[in-house]
């Protein structure tokens, strides 16, 4: 799993590359808390995750629950067919913000 | 496929250590799509073997990396078998519990996941160690 973060204005953009499993989560995890200790907005781009298991979107609601108890805003874009059916067999699409681009994450707050 | 013809069958054996856990996905996904199943099937058979793997890693052997586990999977007349074999601490069975639908908790996924993909699932402690035990059967179109 790769992690790149860059700006977008006061908005972190973080992308995530590869497998999301119980191996890799904890660095995921590890990066969006801290990313999110500096921007009041954090958006996460799924397109290029290849695998996602229940540990990551564990993360996901954790980060999500995080941010909403600091007033922050944690959105997802560019989900990959594949973590789209592993949201829908979770059933977690509907907790998140979920947006198909990168501009409609940026322009949501 | 008879009950008596030749039938995939794949063993393994990996030690509980997550790093391994992509070795074992890439060999499920083309041996649930050569049985049958389509391309999201296949990775939601994978997601649910997966996710038995973490758990038995998690809280059988409780991350530590140098417990041993058996997979086997067994290509059967109406789809697949899968059979887990670990020596870690036994399941207790009262707290296998799969989280509540759209709920915003982050436990429970994994044992939702198995028991939405696969048809039967069934934990056993034997004296050979803990047996998970699951099928899925593949739906023909006529």
Not at chain 2, 60 to 88: F, K, M, W
Request: net charge negative; charged share 25%.
């Amino acid at each position: 799993m790769k992690i790149y973060i860059r700006d977008a204005g006061e908005t972190k953009i973080v992308e995530v590359e590869g497998d999301v499993d119980l191996g890799t989560s904890p660095d995921l995890r590890r990066t969006l808390f801290d990313t999110l200790l500096h921007a009041p907005k954090l958006a996460l781009n799924l397109a290029a995750i290849r695998y996602i298991d229940s540990s990551g979107i564990a993360t996901l609601l954790e980060v999500l629950k995080h941010s909403q108890s600091r007033n922050k805003e944690f959105v997802l874009f560019g989900l990959s067919p594949a973590v789209q059916q592993v949201f829908h067999l979770t059933h977690v699409i509907r907790i998140f913000q979920v947006f198909q681009t990168e501009e409609e994450a940026l322009g949501s707050a | 496929m008879t009950p008596d013809s030749p039938c995939l069958h794949l063993k393994f054996a990996m030690p509980s250590d997550a790093r391994y856990l992509p070795v074992v996905r890439g060999a499920i996904a083309p041996l649930a799509a050569a049985i049958g199943w389509d391309e999201p099937d296949c990775l939601a058979i994978t997601l649910a073997l997966d996710e038995a793997l973490a758990n038995i890693i998690r809280h059988a052997y409780h991350n530590r990396a140098d417990g041993l586990i058996e997979l086997e999977c067994r290509q059967s007349p109406d789809g697949l078998e899968v059979t887990l074999l670990d020596h870690g601490e036994a399941p207790d069975k009262t707290k296998i519990c799969a989280r509540a639908i759209a709920c915003d908790q982050p436990g429970g996924l994994g044992t939702h996941i198995i028991k939405e993909v696969m048809d039967t699932v069934s934990y056993q402690a034997t004296p050979a160690g803990n047996r998970f035990v699951a099928t899925k059967r593949l739906k023909r179109t006529p």
